[in-house]
T-cell receptor, first 110, second 114 residues
């Protein structure tokens, strides 16, 4: 089955710094979403981005489907950005099953 | 529009017991999927329901089952609980369950098996 790898696994930033999180996937995808898991466990939708570039405030994402990777950019990080960031994909077939990466644990220090 | 809701938020059970978790999707959404999150295995797909029918199933034993009602609310049941079933159980809803649908997650039910 499709493999989803995220890097780096852990990241520590000072408030105000910028960061780039990467998601590599091993096969073509129909769907790619980025999530932020808050300390209480809820997965918050950040982007639906199977291809192209999107921006939402301090966050932006780019997916290059032909090269099988996606990037999540966080600018001017804040302590509230801390948590785990997941990318998840839906591969071929009729199922909408999301395959999750292992996540990037981000800690933003004041 | 209200988001996905899950009840209860926390549960403590003992081995051998059974448990039922509930998920109410976003109004108008007809597809509900369930996921299990553990530190060792990460986030794994359990099953998906659409129009009261299970459409897809992950690689979990038959102790894990679910159903969906006519109002799209879904329940999952775990029988004969094992210690390894301790996890965060998340449900997600989407409009039609299509492969390009955006899925929205609830806050989760944290199950502890003693």
């Amino acid at each position: 089955g499709i493999q989803v790898e995220q890097s780096p696994p852990d990241l520590i930033l000072q408030e105000g710094a910028n960061s780039t999180l990467r998601c590599n996937f091993s096969d073509s995808v129909n769907n790619l979403q980025w999530f932020h898991q808050n300390p209480w466990g809820q997965l918050i939708n950040l982007f639906y981005i199977p291809s192209g570039t999107k921006q939402n405030g301090r966050l932006s994402a780019t997916t290059v489907a032909t090269e099988r990777y996606s990037l999540l950019y966080i600018s001017s990080s804040q302590t509230t950005d801390s948590g785990v960031y997941f990318c998840a994909v839906v591969a071929g077939g009729a199922t909408n099953k999301l395959i999750f990466g292992t996540g990037t644990l981000l800690a933003v220090q004041p | 529009k209200a988001g996905v809701t899950q009840t209860p938020r926390y549960l403590i059970k003992t081995r051998g017991q059974q448990v039922t978790l509930s998920c109410s999707p976003i109004s108008g959404h007809r597809s509900v999927s369930w996921y299990q999150q553990t530190p060792g295995q990460g986030l794994q797909f359990l099953f998906e329901y659409f129009s009261e029918t299970q459409r897809n199933k992950g690689n979990f034993p038959g102790r894990f089952s679910g159903r969906q009602f006519s109002n799209s609310r879904s329940e999952m049941n775990v029988s004969t609980l094992e210690l390894g079933d301790s996890a965060l159980y998340l449900c997600a809803s989407s409009f039609s369950g299509g492969v390009t649908d955006t899925q929205y997650f609830g806050p989760g039910t944290r199950l502890t098996v003693l």
